[in-house]
Each structure stands twice: as structure tokens, then as C-alpha cells.
């Protein structure tokens, strides 16, 4: 497994978590990240970006003000904050790591390794 994601849980509205995703080689973490996530019946969706040096950022306008996204290189291993959750940001949740890209994109497509995913799941 190249990306690990964990941090997941159950949590009520108004509640916080903070996600991780840990890379096995030391080689993504000159990799650009980011974290999608994928409610039931409905498509994968961008969520945060981070460039591979930390310094640009980049959220969906659903999140913006809410999550934050941040790396460790010397961890090898970047991070989501998500505080004031909602019950519509429940959803499976995926890192994902751009090998060419010096910030990734919101397109699935743009990137070359994903992580197995981590529940989030928040009630009312």
C-alpha cells in the first residue's frame, strides 16, 4: 500500500476529526496531495489540495473556512482538519498524490496514486 489514509470515525454535527495519510516511499513526499471524497450515489469530488513544498493550498468552496489541509514531509504524511462538520460532508474520504503537478487539480483523473479511504460519517 503506497498511501495510507486513516482517521475516520463517527462524530455529530458541529463535531471535528482529523484525517492523515501516511506515504510508504519517501518519494511522495515531493508529490503534490490532495483529499477527495465520495458520498453514497454520488461521484468523487475534491475536497482540499496542498503543493508538495506546503506553501499553496487550494478547498472546494463547501469546506473553505472549515478544513484545513497540511503536510509533514519529514513524516512523509499530510493531513485534513475538519472542524464544523456537517452532516453532508459525510463520506468516504481518499488522498491522492499528483506526481507532476506542482498543486493538484479537482479532477479524479489528474492523479496517479490514491489511498484505500477512511469513513467519516456525521449525524444531526
Known amino acids: 500500500v503506497q498511501l495510507q489514509a486513516s482517521g475516520g470515525g463517527s462524530v455529530q454535527a458541529g463535531g471535528s476529526l482529523r484525517l492523515s495519510c501516511a506515504a510508504s516511499l519517501r518519494t511522495f513526499s515531493t508529490y503534490a496531495k490532495s483529499w477527495f471524497r465520495q458520498a453514497p450515489g454520488k461521484e468523487r469530488e475534491f475536497v482540499a489540495a496542498i503543493s508538495w513544498s506546503g506553501d499553496i493550498t487550494s478547498y472546494a468552496d463547501s469546506v473553505k473556512g472549515r478544513f484545513t489541509i497540511s503536510r509533514d514531509n519529514a513524516k512523509n504524511t499530510v493531513y485534513l482538519q475538519m472542524n464544523s462538520l456537517k452532516p453532508e460532508d459525510t463520506a468516504v474520504y481518499y488522498c491522492?498524490?499528483?506526481?507532476?503537478?506542482?498543486?493538484?487539480?479537482?479532477?479524479?483523473?489528474?492523479?496517479?496514486?490514491w489511498g484505500q479511504g477512511t469513513q467519516v460519517t456525521v449525524s444531526s
Open positions: 491522492a498524490a499528483d506526481r507532476t503537478a506542482v498543486v493538484g487539480g479537482t479532477l479524479p483523473s489528474e492523479y496517479d496514486y
